[in-house]
């Protein structure tokens, strides 16, 4: 990544933040300070215009914003968002590309960076993903469009988001004509024990490549969680997966349990970062449930490609220590899918309901 920045002297950069809305040259920091214009609500009429009159703005409730309006061709290279609203799954990020009339990308904010756990915010040190202190979500995936992008948050909650402090970051360049559109989609599900699948992606149509899985999932069982399988569907699949993982646990690059329920004693399972997978959430309050725990796995070197459809699960299967047999568990599992793909997509599942997108 570092040896190719000597080559991008001159490149055409544009932000759009709220001090810059437009992302257009020489248009930052150019509003008024102003003791009643309700967009300005965190202007300082003491220092004067051009000092950090309009950083952030308000998402009423209820209501949807655009945060940015594009012209391409251009590259996204950086997307920033925070909030004060206590409850990120409130906030429902999309993103549509060249004019398209449903979003590419649709997911809610926390879950959309990899911190689906309303209660337990966490740090997240990923490739494409970074979490710093505290909740400020990064985003790196680089997001190419030809004709148009619109990026939107829409507040579902009850109450007013008072500052949602945004930046996209994009490179105003050429696209290949075979340049893929980057999609991400959340789901999220309670598994039945006579059926124990979350599925994490299916319906889409078409040539692509997958590049990342994240997991918000409670374990609702006493004991070890994790035994169930990664399954990727390509190209025709039905009954049996061309791509399937060994379990849960090996699939976002752990092993024995994670490090905890009787591995090591009677340690938790341990939280990890890496750039390309990891376990940053352990919440554990009693081995015997429930426990919240955050998963990534980002497919940047080992991308999995499809030229016709593609389906994604993952089993809920636990262990019984006392029988030493698998266990078909109830869990409740959320999730975002993560890939690029030639448009058009396919539809989008309908979001869960705000309320049910909360912590149980």
Known sequence: MLQNL???????????SAENPTGEKGGGCRAEPSDTDPRLVHSNKSLGKGWKVNPFIRIDAKTTVVLADIKG?????????????????ELVLRIFWDGEKTPSVEAPLGAFFCMGHDSKPHEVHSLPVVVAPHRGC??????????????????????????????????????ASD???????????????????????????????????????????????????????LDGDQEYPTICDNGTEDYFGGAWNFGGYGILGDKP?????????????????????????????FHIEDCIGFEQDLKVTVDTIGWRRDYKKYKHLSEDVASVAYWYQVEPHGEFPE?????RRYDR
């Open 6 to 16: 000597y080559s991008k002297a001159g490149v055409k950069t544009r932000m759009i």
């Open 73 to 89: 061709p251009a590259v996204i290279k950086q997307i920033f968002l925070t909030s004060d609203k206590p409850r990120f799954s």
């Open 138 to 175: 990064n985003c790196y995936w680089e997001m190419p469009f030809r004709k148009h992008c619109k990026i939107e948050i829409e507040n579902q909650g009850d109450e007013s988001a008072e500052i949602l402090a945004y930046k996209v970051l994009y490179h105003e360049t050429e696209v």
């Open 179 to 233: 340049a893929a559109y980057f999609h991400a989609q959340y789901r999220r599900s309670v598994t039945k024990e006579e059926n124990p699948v979350h599925v994490i992606l299916d319906g889409v149509k078409g040539k692509g490549v997958y590049v990342g899985t994240y997991l918000a999932w409670t374990a609702l069982n006493s004991g070890w969680w994790g035994e169930g399988e990664v399954k990727f569907y």
């Open 269 to 297: 399972e341990q939280v990890f970062h890496t750039p390309f997978l990891g376990v940053p959430l352990v919440s554990v309050c009693d081995q015997d449930g429930p426990k919240k725990l955050s998963m990534y796995r």
């Open 351 to 355: 979001l869960p309901d705000v309320y």
